[in-house]
């Protein structure tokens, strides 16, 4: 018996789902589109028919209740996640939810419970993490080719620019914008990703435009069981790179980029001894990956690895906003 294609709703028709999940859907193997989504329904008759998509809502309540609907990718703002994530579970929709789940714990906890409690799955939108380099990356560390590794240090930062920033709804801060939220999330979760742990203390450094009213660079230090460290950092005020470099005694093994490589094959580095060794790996979309993983997990009834529900996180991530706020270590 054929199992009928994985019914995806859009809510939001935000830049995120029309340039990466969206094509990232169509790219997949698992699901379709059924519905999107927006405040404004022509917006939302246009992105669909931009797309294909059969119906076009001008609520999210309205997509919500779509029978045939399996499961809603929730791109909004930060602000707006735990809300429709609980209005999703509510309606008994699985939920992809788009990165950081959130600044604070207490949401994510409520989001997750939601979930639960609703018989449905939660994932936070870390495509990154379906990418395959991230996965030979993880082999290498099992294998001990670096030694234990004890050091980490992740970045990702881009220029945005004083017109964009005028207008962009990652500088809001009743959106609970900045820049790490934003970007600097993805160097901690490639922390805690790659270390396979939590963070236990974390002290944090923040540029703070208060004409924003939000962080625009923000470096942190996590300390992780075994005496491990991580500097992680984002930033909208630099065009910097987005790498991650893991060390151990025997070398290590430098990623860049790592988390939008795009769909061309890749290659990573791994130093041994003042020797460098190419690791190739084949392109994809790690959007369709990630599409196909969470329709994937629907199926199973349970979030599959390497994804996970935030609530994780969303803790380290409250913790370091306290520490840049404070001036203090944050212990977790």
Known sequence: MVERPFQWGILSAANIARRRFVPGILGGTEGVLGAVAARDGDRARAFAAEFGIPRAYDSYDALLGDPEIDGVYIGLPNSLHTEWTIRAAAAGRHVLCEKPLSRRATDADRMASACAEAGV????????????????????????????????????????????????????????????????????????????????EVTALQRFDSSLGVDTSFVALARFPGDRLAIVDGSFDVSGPQRYEIAGSRGSIVVDPCFQPGPAATAFTVIRGGERRLIEVPGVDQYALEADHFARSARAGRLLPPAENGRAQARAVEALYRSAETGQAVRL
């Open 121 to 200: 799955i939660l994932m936070e939108a870390f495509m990154y993490r379906h990418h395959p380099q991230h996965a030979r990356v993880r082999e290498l560390l099992a294998a001990g080719e670096i030694g234990e590794p004890t050091y980490l240090r992740a970045t990702f930062s881009f220029a945005m620019d004083a017109e964009r920033r005028a207008r962009d709804v990652r500088v809001r801060p009743e959106l609970d914008g900045g820049a790490f939220m934003d970007v600097g999330c993805y160097a901690l979760n490639a922390a805690r990703f790659l270390f396979d742990a939590e963070p236990i």
